[in-house]
């Protein structure tokens, strides 16, 4: 067992989250991670509506009796899915964790915190992390360039990311972006987090709604499989590298206008790429850690094999490199 | 004390090493960082002829009992350096540590290695390590995303390319590319590295034959202060920001051809400026870890703060983490 300061503040057993999901994000795997003792999130707006939404966060109660929670993730929209009623949804259905990630999340952070909600938000500068804790979260995912989806313009890998944002940030910070195994979630802990947070690596799960081509996919890829996509935009995403991502990257790199590489991403992305057994059907996104997984594990199997690595890692390698000057000299 | 493969296999106290660095790697900073009990290389190229190389080593000699290497960098050129010439001043002054860089060094490796020398290649990608091992050296430097200098085309951060080269290559690794603290020691630790390499970090110390300047600009920088030159040309170059450095950005990306931008990155950079106070002043290089470098202590203290930290990291923080299951029941 490790224990940390966000295994005691989200009372769970084990560092590790499985942060919000577009399309992945839902009861079958938010109760398993939940059952292995880890932190769940169902991501809100994969459900069509709020009402949708309570409906799936009933569906995961009947399927675990541990602990989990639930990601709003807020975008800048013309048209905005309607945050005030997926909120209200989740503080009605007795929910006790919520991750938030995006733009200006006061007012959401506020109404969790009124009605005694954890709220750990998702950032990935330091400077958003410092405004984040001002603003009165419990917690930061301080997510690193390595990640799949969103890793922000400064492209500041967790190596610097997470000592540099623990340096200045005094709340619990779990470390999100290129963690897989047990020797990350050392190297986490080491860096001054508290835990991690793993997206890509549950995606390649037995219980993860995703279909097997997808996920035998990820295991093939190398660490090199990902392309940056909406650089030019700032609005950077990474998803993995297949025909049509490299078509998206070729006509942004012309210099097309952003409807047309919309266009392209929003015709193949989403629900369907991921249902869709061909890796080479539509844009999905996927993290470098991809390099790093080799099988298609159960959650309990995933979450059990990274914390006994990281046990015997710091008991055994670890503790054995340090050798006392008595030893050393004998 | 932190004792590993790599310490065994050099000779030396610390699993620290200070890897090439143009015009910075002379005999001031190297015999510190030997005198601190870790591995420090001569830059072969910094010294204007193989006679000179010669001169410096004894002059290093002069200043420590302790071993050091020698850096031997290879790179395509039209006139290129007299490489076999440097090499065999390297192999006649009795050097048994040799830090190689850049391409196709095979026959350098195999006259080193015919006269017992212990080579360490540094490379940028999990296949360039297997490469090199099979080329026959002795250890891997591998060098993520984060660094100073030349990261190569992938764009893989540590974390990430750490564990991936761990899981193929046999031979000994240190950790290279945004290390410089006692955190990074023990994070590359336990992604499977024997030790760190550190470039940026050993300029800010007391001894570095930089202006103090520099050394100040360095800890005034945070981890956003860099920039990537060259990328265009596929040989991309991560320096300090600045505004020299930025104007090279832009006339690169408004499509320049690559005579105008090393036109005003050769007028700029260069010895000429780390000796002049002015960070403004040219191109220097600068890795990302600057966003954790706030102080210039001496080689000494700062070889001993981060193997302290380490230590009290590993037996302390990580240690207490880890509650046995009797433990945390009770």
Not at 62 to 78: H, R, S, Y
Not at 109 to 120: M, N, P, Y
Request: hydrophobic share 45%; aromatic share 4%.
């Amino acid at each position: 067992m490790i224990k940390t300061r966000f295994t005691e503040l989200f009372g769970v057993e084990h560092p590790i989250a499985q942060g919000g999901m577009q399309w992945v994000g839902t009861a079958e795997l938010v109760a398993a991670v939940a059952d292995a003792g880890a932190l769940g999130f169902l991501t809100a707006l994969t459900q069509p509506s709020p009402e949708a939404l309570v409906k799936e966060i009933a569906r995961t109660r009947e399927m675990t009796d541990k602990p989990f929670g639930v990601n709003l993730t807020i975008l800048p929209a013309i048209t905005p899915p309607p945050y005030a009623e997926y909120r209200q949804a989740i503080i009605e259905s007795g929910i006790k964790a919520v991750e938030t990630a995006g733009y200006k999340p006061q007012e959401h952070v506020d109404a969790f915190k009124a009605h005694g909600i954890k709220v750990i938000h998702k950032c990935t500068a330091v400077r958003h992390a410092l405004s984040a804790e001002r603003m009165g979260v419990d917690a930061i995912s301080i997510d690193g360039f390595e990640c799949a989806g969103h890793p922000g313009e400064d492209d500041i890998p967790g190596l610097i990311l997470i000592p540099a944002a623990a340096d200045k940030v005094k709340i619990p910070m779990l470390a999100s972006g290129g963690f897989g195994d047990g020797r990350g979630l050392v190297a986490a802990l080491a860096l001054g987090a508290e835990g991690i947070n793993m997206g890509t690596r549950f995606c390649a799960t037995k219980e993860a709604p995703i279909h097997d081509g997808i996920k035998q996919a990820i295991v093939a890829n190398d660490e090199r499989a990902t392309e940056l996509l909406f650089r030019s935009y700032r609005n950077t995403a990474r998803v993995a590298r297949n025909s049509v991502a490299m078509e998206a990257v070729q006509i942004e790199r012309e210099g097309n206008p952003f409807e047309a590489i919309a266009h392209l991403v929003k015709g193949a992305r989403g629900r369907e790429g991921l249902e869709n057994g061909d890796p080479e059907h539509g844009i999905w996104t996927a993290g470098m850690v991809q390099g790093l997984i080799h099988d298609i594990p159960s959650v309990a199997e995933l979450v059990e094999r990274i914390v006994g690595d990281a046990e015997a890692l710091i008991g055994e390698r670890l503790a054995g490199l340090v050798a006392t000057r008595e030893r050393a000299n004998a």
